[in-house]
């Protein structure tokens, strides 16, 4: 096959994360198509081949798999990217994620190293608390949309009014504030040209109060008097309440939401959640976990590890939580320990921990701003636990050296992103850590993320 070659081929296997492979019995050729699930029957266009190795764009699915006997339930399913595994029954879901995982994580494994299983979200749609839609149009000259772009495009956006991850109210409010902009005839932004008025929405809600932050974002290139709007969302039949809502002056070239200046329209910009008997502030920006209920089951893990691997500990230890945001897992452990030592290169995720720690009347919380690795040289002591709780890129590997130079014997390691999980601890094998447990906590069912908790122990 040739690039821009258009084929087809059947998925035999999944690799994480989503990496489709198949065989060309004809020609001997082998290759990967992203997006899809084994079984299914796909048409792709070639971008690369080398060494007779095909990469793929997926183009159509042309025959479901056997495992996909559920009806999809978003009328953009297979076009956004968001949810591939709406069409699998969700305990199925849960076994393709752990066969994924299973296998990206051998290579790192012990024969005594011990896997717990997977376990699954609370709720399998309407899950997430927070959503972030762009402005824009699905055809050139089409209509208004607002919501997710289409999968391998910059420019098309798929209207998210139908979109099942996020709650109802989220949802209702994402149509009506498109409805509102198309009436008023507003201009999206034109990322090519630059030129245009209506830029992203982002929506939060809460799951413990149903309080709900909505931000408008748009340029300064025109203006434009958006109380009508106020009084519309106000009026809208939610489950939850509006605790605020703001406009937000973004004129930068970055597609991202990072407003120049912020204008009240409406209320206050936060809002209070609960997690395992404790109480955050939430602000327009601060991060938290999207899926609440999934979250506290993800904590309940990371404090169940930290528990079992205790023995040989002080009564009252110090531990570390490296990389801790708004300090969710320092303060959920602050009973387990003398003292808790927090590390967040964000200044406002920081902030925020620090205010969330006295709101819950926790004194031995301390928590740092700055690089994790520069952080630690700094403040010279030595834990007697690290929890590492890394972004998607994972750890660096001076951090992973100052670390290991602890000398602890046991810390959790929590991934978002698997790959960069095992490529730190292939460097951590090499200084005497081991896997002694870990488990799968699906945040994101219908789709093809997963988080890992894993326990390291030292030998």
Not at 40 to 55: C, D, I, M, S
Not at 175 to 199: I, M, S, W
Not at 254 to 283: K, M, Q, T, V
Not at 311 to 336: F, H, N, V
Request: glycine content about 8%; hydrophobic content about 35%.
């Amino acid at each position: 096959m040739k690039r821009r070659d258009i084929a087809s081929a059947v998925i035999e296997r999944v690799d994480y994360p989503n990496k489709g492979f198949f065989r060309v019995a004809e020609t001997g050729e082998t290759g990967v198509v992203k997006n899809t699930i084994p079984g299914q029957e796909v048409l792709f266009r070639v971008y690369k081949n080398h060494n007779h190795h095909v990469h793929g764009h997926l183009l159509e699915v042309l025959k479901p798999s056997p495992i996909e006997t559920r009806e999809k339930l978003c009328a953009h399913f297979g076009q956004c990217g968001g949810c591939l595994y709406q069409t699998v029954p969700y305990d199925v879901q849960l076994d393709l994620k752990t066969r994924q995982l299973q296998k990206l994580m051998k290579p790192v494994l012990d024969e005594d190293s011990v896997f717990d299983g997977i376990i699954g979200s609370p709720h399998e749609t309407g899950y997430r608390n927070k959503l972030d839609l762009s402005f824009g149009n699905e055809v050139i000259d089409g209509p208004l949309t607002l919501g997710m772009h289409r999968i391998r495009s910059r420019y098309a956006v798929l209207d998210a009014d139908t979109c099942i991850l996020g709650h109802e109210d989220l949802r209702r409010i994402t149509a009506a504030v498109r409805d509102y902009c198309r009436e008023q005839e507003l201009p999206f932004y034109n990322k090519l040209k630059h030129t245009g008025y209506l830029r992203y929405l982002m929506l939060r809600r809460s799951e413990t109060s149903g309080e709900i932050l909505i931000v408008l974002a748009v340029s300064t290139q025109m203006s434009h008097d958006f109380n009508p709007l106020v009084g519309r969302l106000l009026s809208l039949p939610l489950e939850g309440t509006i605790a605020g809502i703001f406009l937000a002056d973004d004129d930068r070239y970055a597609d991202a939401l990072i407003p120049d200046e912020l204008h009240c329209l409406y209320g206050r910009d936060y809002f209070y959640e609960s997690i395992l008997g404790l109480r955050f502030r939430i602000s327009l920006f601060s991060f938290f976990q999207t899926n609440t209920k999934g979250a506290e089951l993800l904590y309940e893990t990371v404090r169940k590890y930290v528990r079992e691997s205790s023995d040989g500990l002080p009564a009252k230890p110090l531990l570390y939580d490296l990389y801790c945001g708004t300090g969710t897992i320092a303060q959920m452990l602050s009973s387990e320990a003398g003292q808790v030592t927090g590390i967040e290169i964000v200044p406002e995720a920081a902030e925020a921990a620090r205010a969330n720690t006295a709101m819950n009347g926790i004194e031995n919380c301390t928590f740092y701003t700055g690089d994790v690795y520069e952080v630690l040289k700094e403040i010279g002591t030595v834990p007697d636990y690290v929890i590492l709780d890394p972004p998607r890129e994972g750890v660096h590997e001076k951090a992973l050296a100052r670390i290991d130079e602890f000398g602890i014997r046991n810390m959790v390691y929590v991934s978002c992103k698997a790959t960069s999980f095992v490529r730190d601890m292939q460097y951590l094998r090499n200084r005497g850590w081991h896997v002694k447990r870990w488990t799968l906590v699906d945040m994101f069912p219908g789709t093809q993320h997963v988080e890992t908790v894993c326990l390291l122990t030292h030998s």
